[in-house]
């Protein structure tokens, strides 16, 4: 993009006697960003008098413009709203680009795939409306994204559902990432009043009360009881020793804060200093829709071999279209509007940089594309998963370890069964396992599905020519799979799965299932079922859903599904559509079990937000949820 060398813009202590005023308009921006009262006029107030300061020549050809700081009180100032009097602001003008330097070593950049860890840290112990953030919606968008480099071979993307400062540090260290993503809550003492992704209102208060003693910044990792875990912006930054990341994005609020009272706040800068050579921070609080949108472009960007620094630029300016045409935004928790496109967000990330035109990665290698989504049976899931954050964690990690092999989960209809066992799936699929799908009650049975799944597999070389076992050949004349063969025939399935990392998904069981007995109706599965209840294969892995208990399923876990907590049960109804005050939300809740599949069904009315028509709305959609689960 660049064609000359950055032009580095270094700001002396000399006139900070003579611009004092600056600090006072930079402190009134900071109001108003706590306040989601920003103003493009603001914006360009402060912005035009940073550029007048500056004292640079007024024709700027397009390069790359990088400020260099030596002083902490002017780094404090918010230098990504520079304003040029004729081209604007130039951390968003397509012909410039806009970072802060800061010195060190740079090393090379690994080969790729470009591998890009996405950690989300959500307690689930935290205020209901002002930090609820959201990270199911922030992964599936990137994740969907990002589809056609991941399948291409070019990228390669991991976002564990466990948000635990551990499962952080190990997994940096258990192979080479190029950009590591922390999505969460930032906390900075002496600064609670801010909302949207660093609210800590509900946080432990013995744990902040002790960090308010220290003058430093955190980021909310989440406990293993699910309360937030305050880790200081030291230890976070030391885990990078020794790791050759390039590029960090602490995507959280106030990540990027300079100083407070003359100490350094900051989470990023001694990311810097432990030698990443890229990162990146929120310099004031950020909404959600920002967030996943600057996210988002940046990590596209970056896959598109774009530098650093364009990445950044094109998110801002991605971040300047949040909102659709005649929407207002409306902050519950400060009850005002903002009818700006950007919201004011658009100058926040901050960009620090050893050297911008340093790549992440070296893209000198042959891509090997993806293997396809699961094969088998299409099963319907959600657009997107929502909460279930403990059950993610706890039953991904047990089967990623293999201290569960075969895991049935069961739970009425309407909890999220297959939702969680497609989850799991996707999980694993990460991890390198084939994930063959099945959905019980199917025109094919379980047995005949498998084998097609395996000789299609065969024709695609993707399986050796020389394994143990009858070489299968599937006819539409499944009479030969006759009730005395089938066994043999599945045994010898199962010897072929045994060269790779398998999951077989069956899904609603219940749909071929005896509701008094519990037998199964369906012959191909009752004889899978009672030989995957004691086959042994160490990269073997069995899912099951259901709503009964399975006389069948001997040796399986039995995971007994609960309805979801209120924080997750209200995140899915206003991902819906639909907008009710909390005392409503909390009948709702408590009327219908915390079940989604009752919510689909009032979705389908009028809405309603009177007592009496409500609670006659909860008495129809109940009365349908129980012929659902009854019948379905």
Not at 123 to 138: F, G, N, T, V
Not at 272 to 298: K, M, N, S, Y
Not at 501 to 524: F, H, K, M, Y
Not at 595 to 602: E, T, Y
Request: charged residues 20%; aromatic residues 8%; glycine residues 6%.
């Amino acid at each position: 993009m660049h064609h000359l060398p950055p032009l580095f813009l270094s700001p002396s202590t000399d006139w900070l006697s003579s611009h004092s005023h600056l600090y006072n308009l930079a402190q009134q921006l900071s109001q108003r960003y706590h306040a989601h009262r920003v103003t493009e006029a603001a914006l360009k107030t402060i912005g035009l008098t940073l550029w007048q300061v500056l004292d640079v020549d007024a024709s700027l050809p397009p390069q790359a413009l990088m400020i260099e700081c030596h002083d902490n009180a002017i780094d404090s100032l918010p230098w990504e709203c520079l304003y040029h009097p004729e081209l604007g602001f130039l951390g968003k003008h397509p012909d410039y680009t806009l970072s802060r330097r800061v010195r060190g070593n740079i090393p090379q950049p690994p080969k790729g795939p470009l591998k890009i860890l996405l950690l989300t840290a959500q307690p689930e112990k935290i205020s209901y409306q002002r930090a609820r953030l959201d990270i199911e919606i922030e992964q599936q968008q990137l994740y969907t994204a990002l589809m056609p480099f991941i399948s291409a071979g070019w990228v390669r993307f991991y976002a564990p559902n466990d948000g635990r400062f551990s499962t952080f540090v190990e997994l940096l260290h258990s192979q080479p990432w190029h950009l590591v993503i922390l999505s969460g809550h930032g906390f900075v003492p002496k600064t609670t009043d801010a909302i949207a992704r660093s609210d800590s209102n509900r946080l432990d208060e013995q744990s902040i009360s002790c960090k308010r003693k220290q003058a430093q910044a955190f980021f909310v990792f989440e406990s293993e009881e699910g309360h937030g875990e305050l880790v200081a912006a030291h230890t976070l930054a030391q885990v990078f020793n020794g790791t050759n990341v390039q590029c960090v994005v602490v995507a959280a609020c106030q990540s990027a804060q300079s100083n407070i009272n003359g100490t350094e706040a900051s989470l990023i800068k001694p990311i810097a200093r432990a030698g990443v050579p890229h990162v990146v921070g929120i310099r004031e609080p950020l909404i959600d829709r920002a967030a996943t949108v600057f996210v988002q472009t940046l990590c596209v960007a970056l896959a598109q071999r774009e530098r650093v620094d364009v990445a950044v630029q094109k998110s801002r300016r991605a971040m300047t279209q949040l909102l659709a045409s005649n929407e207002v935004w409306r902050d519950v928790a400060v009850g005002c509007g903002h009818s700006d496109a950007s919201v004011g967000q658009w100058c926040l990330p901050t960009l620090l940089s050893h050297d911008p035109a340093q790549p992440v990665v070296d893209w000198h290698f042959r891509p090997k594309p993806s293997k396809p989504d699961p094969l088998g049976s299409q099963i319907a899931l959600p657009n997107v998963f929502i909460g279930r954050r403990r059950e993610l964690r706890t039953l991904g990690e047990a089967l990623a370890t293999g201290k569960i092999r075969r895991l049935l989960i069961r739970g009425a209809g309407g909890l999220g069964k297959t939702a969680l066992a497609g989850r799991l799936a996707m999980t694993l699929a990460q991890q390198g396992y084939r994930v063959l799908a099945y959905q019980a009650g199917g025109e094919m049975g379980f047995i005949e599905t498998l084998a097609q799944v395996l000789e299609s597999l065969k024709t695609k070389t993707e399986f050796s020519q020389h394994t143990v076992g009858p070489s299968i050949e599937v006819s539409k004349d499944q009479s030969r799979l006759a009730m005395e063969f089938r066994d043999v025939f599945f045994e010898a399935l199962l010897a072929k799965l045994a060269q790779g990392r398998w999951l077989l998904w069956i899904d609603g069981l219940e749909c071929v299932q005896n509701p008094r007995s519990g037998a199964l109706t369906d012959e191909s599965l009752q004889i899978a079922l009672e030989m995957l209840s004691r086959w042994e294969a160490a990269d073997l892995r069995i899912l099951l859903t259901c709503r009964w208990d399975i006389p069948q399923a001997t040796d399986f876990y039995d995971y007994r599904l609960k309805c979801p907590n209120f924080s997750d049960f209200s995140r899915y109804l206003q991902h819906l559509g639909l907008s009710y005050p909390f005392p409503q939300l909390l009948t709702i809740y408590k009327r219908l079990g915390g079940n989604f599949q009752a919510v689909q069904l009032l979705q389908s009315m009028p809405p309603c937000l009177d007592a009496p028509g409500l609670n006659k709305q909860l008495a129809i959609v109940r009365r349908y949820l129980q012929a659902y689960q009854r019948y379905q």
